[in-house]
């Protein structure tokens, strides 16, 4: 079964960093690009970055440029998003997501960017 | 980058009959490989997106054949034939011609 599961999220004061984990499963994760997509509590999605299969190609929002870092390591199936200067507006659930236009997504994780 | 405009906000919609929503891109979606990326999405409360179709009109297995998605360039359509009560949740379309981008949904519910 093809599975994506996030963690990492959690309450951070603003100014501060992050690390989420997406741990993938069941296919053969060198082989997609993945993604982090994010949501607002009752908004619409938003897409964060995007990594390629092999680590080499990197792209994110403007909104996050500069101040996160997406990653993977084969190795272990796992992606990874480095949340630096973290502000309230960064406040959302986020999400990994497999292939070019994703086909599976994970449960998502909470960030909270609060004093 | 690529601005995708969904119509309508939302749609109440009686349980047997159709329903339809528009998304509009601000650029073709048209790749240079050939391909269109354009996907349609249904969040149900609670879950996270669930992919409907792909490329524009390609239904994922385990879909019903209820819902049909169509266009190309800059103008696509999901309609669902008859609306089950299962239906009920937000739709977006999304780009990934040129990075992604989210239509702003449109949320769906059974009168």
């Known amino acids: 079964e093809v599975q994506l599961v996030e963690s990492g999220g959690g309450l951070v004061q603003p100014g501060g960093s992050l690390r989420l984990s997406c741990a993938a499963s069941g296919f053969t994760f060198s082989s997609f690009w993945m993604h982090w997509v994010r949501q607002v509590p009752g908004k619409g999605l938003m897409w964060v970055s995007r990594?390629?299969?092999?680590?080499?190609?990197?792209s994110y929002a403007d909104s996050v440029k500069g101040r996160f870092t997406i990653s993977r390591d084969n190795a272990n199936k796992v992606v990874y998003l480095q949340m630096n200067s973290l502000r309230a507006e960064d406040t959302a659930t986020y999400y990994c997501?497999?292939?070019?236009?994703?086909?599976?997504w994970g449960q998502g994780t909470l960030v909270t960017v609060s004093s | 980058d690529i601005v995708m405009t969904q119509t309508p906000l939302s749609l109440s919609v009686t349980p047997g009959q159709p329903a339809s929503i528009s998304c509009k891109s601000s650029?073709?979606?048209?790749?240079?490989?050939?391909?269109?990326?354009l996907n349609w999405y249904l969040q149900k409360p609670g879950q996270p997106p669930q992919l409907l179709i792909y490329?524009?009109?390609n239904r994922v297995s385990g879909v019903p054949d209820r819902f049909s998605g169509s266009g190309s360039g800059t103008d696509f359509t999901l309609k669902i034939s008859r609306v089950e009560a299962e239906d009920v949740g937000v739709y977006y379309c999304m780009q990934s011609t040129q990075l992604l981008t989210f239509g702003g949904g449109t949320k769906v519910e059974i009168k």
């Open positions: 990594i390629n299969n092999d680590g080499s190609i990197t």
């Open positions: 997501a497999r292939g070019w236009g994703p086909d599976t």
């Open positions: 490329e524009v009109s």
């Open positions: 650029q073709s979606l048209l790749h240079s490989d050939g391909k269109t990326y």
